[in-house]
Nanobody
Framework: QVQLVESGGGLVQAGDSLRLSCAAS????????MAWFRQAPGKEREFVAA????????DYADSVKGRFTISRDNVKNTMYLQMSSLKPENTAIYYC????????????????????WGQGTQVTVSS
């Protein structure tokens, strides 16, 4: 079992950058593929970015490609989401998710792929 704690959210202006962190408990972090999802008010939770358990494979939602970068540090048991050129439409609660890796280059992209969720961190981008 793994527990996930997000941090780094806040209120920023359009065009600013922000880095989210997801700290995982336990000694088996490297066996989990990880992902970021977000949920805006009145909308369904959606995929943002994902990374394989080794960090060798990543994927992004089209809306964030070129602006967001996902990474992980398996020594620190932490995943990151570097967000740049933020837009008001990026305002949401950002959740990290962990999934037992099906294959070495696999990562979760669907809500039901995730085995564990964090509590979320609020990101608000003002115009």
């Amino acid at each position: 079992q793994v527990q996930l704690v997000e941090s780094g959210g806040g209120l920023v202006q359009a065009g600013d950058s922000l880095r989210l962190s997801c700290a995982a408990s336990g000694r088996t972090f490297s066996t989990y593929a990880m992902a970021w999802f977000r949920q805006a008010p009145g909308k369904e939770r959606e995929f943002v970015a994902a990374i394989s358990r080794t960090g060798g494979s990543t994927d992004y939602a089209d809306s964030v490609k070129g602006r967001f970068t996902i990474s992980r540090d398996n020594v620190k048991n932490t995943m990151y989401l570097q967000m740049s050129s933020l837009k008001p439409e990026n305002t949401a609660i950002y959740y990290c998710a962990a999934a037992i890796a099906r294959r070495i280059n696999w990562y979760p992209k669907r809500l039901d792929d995730a085995d564990y969720w964090g509590q979320g961190t609020q990101v608000t981008v003002s115009s």
